[in-house]
């Protein structure tokens, strides 16, 4: 048995070892003694409190394996990725693994190669998955994003009741639940679904006193994001809604000759995705602008502001994007730029976006139908989906059509990808059977056979590209010889630059007609509660904008953070200030804009830079050049 002392020596050069820290943050070394004591865990911290390491840092020092429950492949990929950056033995499961890479993942818990299992709480009930985990030693359980399991929660997530019976078959096991976003109804009911005996609770105050946030109505946000990004020195992320927008205001950006920025979204391949992040991960003073398929996980200390181009669609949201500033503890800035007209328009995106219960159960049952898939059958398939098809035949928009895939998926009813992967490919027939196929067929066969390994005996992620190199051919031909094998049933081929969808419970349409719609709806009117929370958020001009988020969190007695858009309006309502000389020193240097003057004043108000001007105007020091541009006279 270790000592203490020894305990906490070893604590600490792990520290420093795999993470190259010195010292902990705020509540993260009583977290990590609670669970290495064995003591049921809830930790509420807001995003860029280190949450991650609370778990990650006792599973290297407890024997065993810690069982990570994550509501998201993304987050777990993301997480494991880094992990294993910093040489940590860490795996994750989930649908789109075949039998056999999930059985060599098995068979490292088994053998006591990993460290950290991540895991999606649908898998709780997989048989398969049960069967092993009583040959795994778990260390101890922790439950990530911890707010998925109350009706109430931001991401909703009844599968996290399937944690509450595994539990019950490991009654010794100690469980950490964590959450970024809590309010304090979602914390009681976190506690009591997870039954967490006499649990240790650690809760961090929500406030940032480092970030300062700005809420703006503003009629042209291209321009108002340009002067923003123009006197950036530091690194920063904006946030859009769609696509679309990273890539047009990337693109207005290049054009005026901003070009130490770039766009992120889901639809990159994986290698430009890995390596735009990376560009922006080692650089002080790259902008990455992106919907928010980016920054979870992210381990950036460093981010020196962070825009909302367009507002978030939930409070929650909102915190945890803008928590991404200034985890180093110095001065940051959050923007919020909106116009009224943007949110009428999301009301009408929201409502476009939510079918009735026909509409819902057309979308389902079209989607069986076309791969054939009789009530209470499970086929094996990965299939190939096209959404216009859908589209053509219900009659509904892609919106609806998404939403309803996005909701199937999540609640792991199919396993939809909708984003640019590897393809796959597996051969389903045996060696010695190639020869007797027709010789076209054969030698194509044997090509891929000597340049993809492993597709014999089962499921290889490839990309046509680099096969498409290697045997001098082009990638088109390479699909459509590909998709004739698949006809002939061959070869099972997933095409990785297209949606896809494979099942993974049976069909049952009594369920589908009652559970799941209810669900649905549920989780329909949940995010348009919490897009009102947010509009009030936006429009209000009389509370403080930091008092707002704590309240809304259940803090009490919160104070006026004094550094807001709200305050610094009032404060300047009571005294007044005095810039002119501040002014006079930047126009010395060349003439600038109102906007250019705030953003140089460290986002000074533009009301009272106005004031000021006239004054200095008035006095002669100052005049126009045009209705926008001001000069030294």
Partial sequence: MISP???????????????????????????????????????????????????????????????????????????????????????YLSSELDEFDAEVIYNRCKDGLTKLLYVSPERLTNTQFLQNIEEIQLSFIAVDEAHCISEWGQDFRPSYQNIKEFRKNNPEIACL???????????????????????????????????????????????????????????????????????????????????????FHAGLMTKEKNTRQNIWNKSDQHVLISTNAFGMGIDKDNVRFVIHFSPSPSIENYYQEIGRTGRDGKKSFAFLLWDKQELSNFDQILKNQIPNKAEFLKIITYLYSIFQVAEYELPEKVFQLNIAGIQNFTKLSKAKINNVLGFLHNQEIIYFNSNKSLSSLQLLMKADEIDQLPQKDAYFIELLLRTISGIATHKVMFSEQQVGNKIDVSVHLIKER????????????????????????????????????????????????????????????????????????????????????????????????????????????????????????????????????????????????????????
């Avoid at 820290?21 to 930790?43: G, M």
Wanted: charged share 30%; aromatic share 10%.
């Fill in 482 to 633: 590909l998709k004739e094998l698949q006809q002939k049933n061959y070869v099972e081929y997933i095409d990785g630059a297209l949606s896809s969808v494979k099942f993974l419970k049976p069909r049952d349409e009594r369920v589908i007609n009652s559970s799941y719609w209810k669900l649905f709806e549920h989780i329909q009117k949940n995010k348009i509660q919490k897009w009102e929370e947010m509009k009030f958020y936006l429009e209000d001009s009389q509370y403080c904008k930091m008092k707002l988020i704590l309240s809304y969190f259940g803090e009490k007695d919160v104070k006026n953070c004094g550094n807001c858009s709200v305050c610094e309006k009032k404060k300047r309502s009571v005294f007044g200030q005095n810039i002119s000389l501040e002014i006079i020193n930047i126009l010395a240097k060349k003439p600038a804009t109102i906007e250019e003057l705030s953003i140089q004043l460290t986002y000074h108000p533009k009301d009272n830079i106005l004031e000021n001007l006239i004054y200095l105007l008035d006095s002669g020091k100052v005049k126009m050049l045009n209705f926008r541009t001001y000069a030294l006279s």
């Fill in 177 to 263: 639940a964590l959450t970024a976003t809590a309010t304090p109804k979602v914390l009681d009911e976190i506690k009591t679904k997870l039954e967490l005996k006499n649990p240790n609770v650690f809760q961090k105050s929500f406030k940032r006193d480092n970030i300062k946030i700005f809420s703006e109505e503003v009629s042209d946000k291209y321009q108002r994001v340009f002067d923003i990004l123009k006197y950036a020195t530091k690194s920063g992320i904006v946030y859009v809604r769609t696509r679309k927008d990273a890539e047009q205001l990337t693109e207005f950006l290049h054009k005026n000759q901003l070009k130490n920025v770039d766009f």
């Fill in 5 to 91: 002392q020894d305990l906490q020596k070893l604590k600490f050069e792990t520290l420093k070892y795999f993470w190259s820290y010195d010292t902990f943050r705020d509540s993260q070394e009583e977290i990590i003694d609670s669970i290495l004591h064995s003591k049921d865990t809830l930790a509420l911290l807001p995003t860029g409190a280190g949450k991650s390491l609370c778990y990650q840092l006792p599973a290297l020092l407890r024997e065993g394996v810690c069982l990570v429950i994550s509501p998201l492949l993304a987050l777990m990929k993301d997480q494991v990725n880094q992990l294993k950056n910093r040489q940590i033995e860490a795996e």
